[in-house]
């Protein structure tokens, strides 16, 4: 019998809202220290943001906005190690922006998450940052849902970032679950692809970057998970999906008759 086993978490834009206020600022902190004149506007990062992971998004500009730059290499680096260090750098400062309370945690998720863990719902989060900049968030955010978290994979742990759905296949490997035993929260395009072509039903909480990318593979797009008392608002259903209400937030039961509802609609 299907049934609900694990919620698996995007980071960036679904845990909290930390691309234009958080990424976007070291980034730009992180080029000013190194003596670069590159500066990410809001808008520029939103084209940027196409790009999953930040390693990737600096090449991406810097053959898109500055393709004749040459940096100073060292002996024996190649440009790959100049990424590499410049994004060390950035990691650097974002930690630092998270340690200043400059990012708060989405409506609705330190509730989600609260109900899974004490239900026994496992917990996962699959995500492009660095490992490091989950753990950040978490510890100033949610310290004690930390441990809560049965498979963190982030980063470099796979080849190939979002869109590609290496990161969500490889939570599903871990946890030795299939993929109708789980719900995927995301809130991009590349992150909905991810999930999707990993064979996840897939709940999107847009933000202000994401409210306008398509989502038709998407199973519900909200514009937060909700609160009990401060519902959110569905944006949009996959054909066939019901939801009980207009003003709902999503919790276990709901997450659960989304998970019938995708995956035994005859049942249902
Ligand atoms: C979103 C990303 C990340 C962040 C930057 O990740 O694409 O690259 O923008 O983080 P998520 P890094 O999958 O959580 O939405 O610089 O550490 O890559
Ligand atoms: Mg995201």
Not at 8 to 16: E, K, N, R, S
Not at 97 to 107: C, M, T, V, Y
Not at 108 to 113: A, D, F, P, S
Request: hydrophobic share 40%.
């Amino acid at each position: 019998m299907l049934q609900l086993q694990a919620l698996i978490f995007d980071v960036d834009g679904t845990l909290a809202e930390t691309e234009r206020d958080g990424h976007r600022v070291a980034f730009n902190q992180a080029f000013a220290a190194a003596g670069l004149d590159w500066h990410w506007s809001i808008d520029i990062y939103r084209k940027l943001l196409e790009i999953g992971g930040g390693k990737e998004r600096i090449r991406e500009f810097w053959q898109r906005y500055a393709p004749s730059f040459r940096p100073t290499l060292p002996a024996g680096t190649s440009e790959s190690d100049w990424i590499a260090q410049l994004h060390r750098e950035k990691t650097r400062r974002y930690s630092d922006l998270l340690q200043a309370g400059k990012i708060s945690l989405r409506p609705g998720v330190k509730r989600l998450l609260t109900e899974a863990h004490a239900t026994g719902i496992r917990l996962a989060i699959a995500t492009t940052t660095s490992p490091e900049n989950v753990t950040v968030l978490l510890e100033t955010t949610f310290p004690e849902s930390l441990g809560w978290f049965e498979v963190i994979a982030a980063g470099d742990i796979v080849p190939a970032k979002k869109p590609a759905p290496d990161i969500y296949q490889y939570v599903l490997e871990e946890m030795r679950l299939a993929p109708q035993q789980c719900l995927a929260i995301e809130d991009s395009s590349i992150g909905l692809q991810a999930a999707r072509q990993a064979g996840l039903a897939t709940v999107i909480t847009v933000n202000d970057y994401t409210r306008d990318q398509p989502f038709a593979e998407a199973t519900l797009v909200l514009d937060s998970l909700g609160e009990v008392d401060a519902p959110c608002q569905i944006l949009r259903t996959a054909y066939g999906i019901r939801v009980p209400s207009r003003r709902i937030c999503l919790d276990l039961t709901l997450a659960e008759a989304l998970l019938q509802q995708q995956f035994q609609p005859q049942l249902v």
